[in-house]
């Protein structure tokens, strides 16, 4: 059955002929977001949610969505989407990161511009059949320290335009590195240096605990008298009433500001001040922008539902069309080697390691990560996906850690999780054959080759003679087929373990009749879904 997915605000017909083409089944419903009672009511018949603004994807709507499994926002901001509620539920939250970078840049450039020529204002006196040419003297561009806080998808493309400009740009952005910024040209400072040296301030950083207030009114107090600052990024990252302040004393010679503390913006301390233009949120729109991010989501949404791929993805890690045929087995094998420890660990979780060995070195770890962790919690709670599982571990305190290395053994690659509990550790490594099926190559740290079966047991015991015939006639007298085994020990008299290939669920009282022999410490029956 095809994937059906709901576009529930406006998206153009190019977008939903995508969902179409790529062979999903889409149902558009343009005004459906604004009637949140009927959203409810129908959001569990679909695979796929489609949004802009207007939907408002809540806890309580997501509640709903029983079958959902990604939310797709054309553009950017996801405040409108309870993420925490989407994760807790598995379902995957993308956004359009790139589809409205330039609009956005090119909105904080024509700020820029208008409040060093005060362009509205002159505009207005003008068209008020006034003509004071006096009034309205300006500042040049050219020549001027342009100070970027910010320097990622957006920051970068008002640093290129800057420089076009003949400005002088530095930047304030932790995660630039001294090579990327030499690449763009651009000179990275700390936050007191760009705040004293700049004469235009432009911020492009997300709303975080960190950027929030990052202009506040000691920061506002650090900048160059007769700054003009620009903010296209979101409200709340400038303190308005401390800017509205220093531009009454004349601090700050004046702002451009297309996003405010609260939106719709019907007041603000900006509002009515000399040389301070303000727009209604306008940084995505233009005709461009609104058909880049509706093809964007349409295309990333279809990747996902049809071929596994995950890309801008806020709560997952992202797989590339290309990555996803490739991880697919070994995706597999991560879950299956969780799902083996889970099955088998009897105490609370305290730390975890997984170990990545070789050619799985070199893959996405973070998406395989999240693989062994849902098959871990699987045995507990039955809806755990790879969105979900990180946030329950998160959650619960468990410590995990991830450790890569080069090629030390046989195979060209492999995975091993390692599980730490109260009372002891428990491990399993595992590999994918040329046939893409995933195989157990070491438990307790005891080499061998064995197949991963729908239904198995597991025992560990002493390795004592007898132990084969017993167990052997354990399972003949409960009438349980053994359809294969596989064996495993280090030294003679040391730990030993088995694991048994059974047609169909066993029974506990089979299980209470191995336990009872003082050689075997445990019998576990282990569910996997093979496909």
């Known amino acids: 059955m095809a994937p059906r997915v709901l576009v529930s605000d406006e998206l153009s017909e190019t977008a939903v002929q995508i969902f179409r083409d790529r062979g999903v089944d889409v149902d558009f419903q343009p005004q459906l977001g604004k009637d949140k009672d009927k959203l409810a009511e129908i959001i569990g018949n679909y695979d796929g949610l489609a949004i802009r603004s207007a939907t408002k994807a809540t806890e309580k709507l997501i509640a709903a969505a029983t079958n959902l499994k990604v939310i797709g926002r054309a553009g950017i901001g996801v405040d409108n989407v309870d993420i925490p509620a989407a994760s807790r539920r598995g379902i995957i939250v993308m ?129 160059k008298p007769g700054v003009r600052i620009i903010n296209c990024a979101r409200g709340g990252l400038v303190d308005e009433a401390a800017l509205a302040a220093a531009i009454k004393s004349g601090h700050v010679a004046g702002a451009g500001f297309d996003v405010f503390e609260t939106e719709p913006a019907k007041e603000s301390p900006l509002f009515g001040l000399p040389n301070v233009v303000c727009t209604p949120h306008l940084g995505a729109a233009t005709t461009e922008a609104q058909e880049n991010v509706a093809l964007q989501v349409a295309e990333q949404m279809s990747d996902y539902l049809v071929k596994g791929a995950v890309s801008n993805a806020i709560n997952m890690p992202s797989i590339t069309a290309e990555e996803a045929p490739i991880l697919k087995p070994v995706i597999r094998l991560a879950e299956v080697l969780g799902a083996f420890v889970g099955q088998v660990t009897e105490s609370a979780i305290k730390e975890i390691e997984i170990l990545y060995d070789g050619s799985t070195a070199a893959m996405n770890t973070k998406a395989l990560t999240s693989a062994a962790l849902a098959g871990l919690i699987r045995s507990q709670v039955s809806d755990v996906n790879m969105v979900s599982a990180p946030i329950m571990i998160k959650e619960k305190g468990v410590i995990l850690s991830e450790v890569k290395r080069d090629k030390t053994g046989v195979f060209d690659g492999y995975i091993k999780l390692t599980v730490t509990t109260e009372t002891q550790t428990r491990s399993v490594a595992g590999t994918v054959f040329s046939d893409g099926k995933p195989r157990f190559i070491q438990i307790k740290d005891i080499n061998l080759d064995a197949d991963v079966g729908s239904h198995m047991v597991y025992i560990t015991n002493t390795d004592v003679p007898g132990m084969i015939g017993f167990i052997g006639k354990t399972f003949g007298d409960a009438g349980v087929n053994i359809a294969n085994f596989q064996l495993g020990r280090k030294d003679a008299g040391s730990d030993a373990i088995a694991l048994l290939y059974v047609d169909g669920p066993v029974p506990d009282s089979l299980l209470e009749t191995l336990t009872a022999n003082p050689a075997i410490r445990q019998a576990k029956p282990l569910v996997f879904n093979v496909e």
């Open 95 to 223: 956004n359009t990161p790139f589809g409205n970078s330039i609009t956005t840049a090119e909105h904080a450039i024509a700020l820029m511009f208008a409040v060093a020529r005060q362009l509205p204002a002159a505009d207005t006196s003008t068209q008020a059949g006034k003509w004071e040419k006096s009034k309205f003297m300006g500042v040049e561009i050219t020549g001027k320290t342009l100070g970027v806080i910010g320097a990622g998808n957006i920051g970068s493309i008002v640093i290129s335009r800057a420089i076009g400009l003949k400005m002088h740009v530095i930047a304030y952005d932790p995660f630039l590195s001294k090579e990327r910024a030499e690449e763009m040209g651009v000179t990275k400072v700390e936050l007191d240096e760009l705040l004293a040296k700049a004469d235009f301030i432009t911020l492009h950083v997300p709303m975080t605990d960190k950027t929030r207030g990052i202009l506040n009114a000691e920061a506002i107090a650090k900048t």
